[in-house]
């Protein structure tokens, strides 16, 4: 089993364990439930939306990213910015920044409550509430997720001149075969760990699309590990029944990486191409083998 960073221990996978059922269970009732919303009576037919606007397949890998990702940056108390790129996953990021009550800070009827949850799931993508895609009302946005492929440039455009700043950016697998992320992949010839911050590319592979099976889905790990080496990254390769753990350490190994680039830099040693680390998480698609 892959050993956990040392600062974080059994009680925080408890924690992680625990969080991770509410953001998904918020995330699913955002796109399916339009009343009894928690469950207080019998689930019955009147009570589910007639039109599912949104994906429930990308919804529980962005939420375990998210949380896991928090978990190591608070430890290591590295400035970072997320951005998301799987089409749909708007469901996960409003379930997180409700439960962090980021939501409140703007929107002060959101303040976690048992009314304003209510009101969450009911009104995601309905008039007067939030839509089915990321939009400028969402607080920290900068990258809208209504159209595939760009999040990864997105990342990189906000990591250059900005010294101090990791941007974890999540991409599809599906996402992942539009023709603007195969480019953004080379970015990374373009940072200067002197003058700019980094971007922490998260591949999900979660094998399907809407149309069939993924490119990235049919690859081995060798393959991946290959492909990703020839980029000029330094793959981390997450799979497994039960994916805390490799994640966590995934996580703040390449944490570490960015840093000690960074700190080669500073002191002229560092190479003329750096490999820059890159995470490749493999999961199911509707869940993210949780403990029970």
């Known amino acids: 089993m892959t050993a956990l960073p040392k600062y974080l221990n059994n009680e925080d996978l408890v924690a992680l364990n625990k969080y991770l059922r509410l953001a ?8 399916y439930l339009k009343d009894n919303q928690l469950l207080e009576e019998e689930l019955k037919p009147e009570h589910i939306k007639e039109r599912i606007l949104g994906h429930w397949g990308t919804v529980p890998g962005l939420n375990f990213i998210y949380a896991c990702l928090n978990l190591v940056i608070k430890h290591r108390k590295q400035e970072t910015m997320f951005i998301a790129g ?7 990021l409003l379930a997180n920044l409700y439960l962090e009550e980021s ?3 703007f ?10 949850l209510k009101r969450l799931i009911r009104e995601f993508s309905w008039p007067g509430g939030f839509p089915s895609h990321s939009n400028p009302e969402t607080p920290g946005a900068i990258h809208e997720g209504g159209e595939l492929g760009y999040a990864l440039s997105t990342a990189f455009g906000a990591a250059f001149d900005n010294p101090n700043l990791v941007v974890a950016c999540v991409v599809g697998d599906g996402e992942a075969e539009t023709g603007p992320t195969a480019a ?3 970015s990374t010839k373009f940072l200067n760990p002197l003058t700019d911050g980094a971007v922490l590319p998260i591949l999900h592979i979660n094998k399907f699309k809407i149309s069939g099976p993924t490119i990235f889905g049919t690859m081995d790990d060798e393959e991946l590990e290959n492909l990703f080496k020839g980029y000029g990254y330094k ?5 497994g029944d039960i994916l805390y753990e490799p994640m966590l350490s995934a996580l703040d190994s390449a944490i570490t990486d960015i840093k000690d680039i960074q700190s080669q830099a500073i002191s002229g040693s560092y190479p003329l191409k750096p490999k820059w680390p890159v995470i490749l998480l493999r999961s199911k698609k509707d869940g993210m083998g949780q403990k029970n």
Request: hydrophobic share 30%; proline share 11%.
């Open 24 to 31: 998904d269970y918020i995330g699913a009732a955002q796109l």
């Open 86 to 92: 799987p089409g749909h996953g708007y469901p996960s």
């Open 103 to 105: 939501l409140a800070n």
């Open 107 to 116: 929107y002060p009827d959101y303040r976690v409550g048992k009314e304003s």
């Open 184 to 186: 953004a992949w080379h």
């Open 235 to 239: 793959p981390y390769i997450v799979s």
